[in-house]
T-cell receptor
């Protein structure tokens, strides 16, 4: 299996622009998670899905953030409008049981 | 809610020595404790995990111990090698049937000197 796939790997954008991060989970996994990693706050869970349905989005920082999972093999995390404080590494992870498997991450820089 | 404290934040050892990283958790009902290794520029990789019905688990040079009474768990790496250098994260799962509630420690940067 190719593992969790994320794109793009790096994204540089200007404040106010829309940013879309993409994730393809491991085939057969029924849970998908979006995390954000910063030096100050560590790894934070933003939202997770079970069978394509959002279960808990309490970690989403504000309304500028939204996530969708239209099918079992694809999810997006969108930030609109982006702000410099959104700069971080965003990880997608998937699981079938308790073990979560992370993708390589998207490093987002908002200038 | 659950809180996970991880110590030390940095650890430097000589190749061949052992390394120990410790974590404490606050919710006594937590029942799943994974450890992740994150190399530079990569995502966290699950290296070992332990469940609350087990006190110790070993996989080659790495082992994890769990003390439910004291609410702490530790990662032990023996015969360290330079490729063990990375940031290690512990986590605890909040019970209640939700797969998503993994709370992570702040990480330990391990440096193994050749």
């Amino acid at each position: 299996d190719a593992g969790v796939i994320q794109s793009p790997r790096h994204e540089v954008t200007e404040m106010g622009q829309e940013v879309t991060l993409r994730c393809k989970p491991i085939s057969g996994h029924d849970y998908l998670f979006w995390y954000r990693q910063t030096m100050m706050r560590g790894l934070e869970l933003l939202i997770y899905f079970n069978n394509n349905v959002p279960i808990d989005d309490s970690g989403m920082p504000e309304d500028r953030f939204s996530a969708k999972m239209p099918n079992a093999s694809f999810s997006t995390l969108k930030i609109q409008p982006s702000e410099p404080r959104d700069s971080a590494v965003y990880f997608c992870a998937s699981s079938l049981g308790e073990e979560q498997y992370f993708g390589p991450g998207t490093r987002l820089t908002v200038t | 809610g659950e809180n996970v404290e991880q110590h030390p934040s940095t650890l430097s050892v000589q190749e061949g020595d052992s390394a120990v990283i410790k974590c404490t958790y606050s919710d006594s009902a937590s029942n799943y404790f994974p450890w992740y290794k994150q190399e530079l520029g990569k995502g966290p990789q699950l290296i070992i995990d332990i469940r609350s019905n087990v006190g110790e688990k070993k996989d080659q040079r790495i082992a994890v111990t769990l003390n439910k009474t004291a609410k702490h768990f530790s990662l032990h790496i023996t015969e360290t090698q330079p490729e063990d250098s990375a940031v290690y994260f512990c986590a605890a799962r909040i019970p209640g049937g939700s797969q998503g509630n993994l709370i992570f420690g702040k990480g330990t940067k391990l440096s193994v000197k050749p």
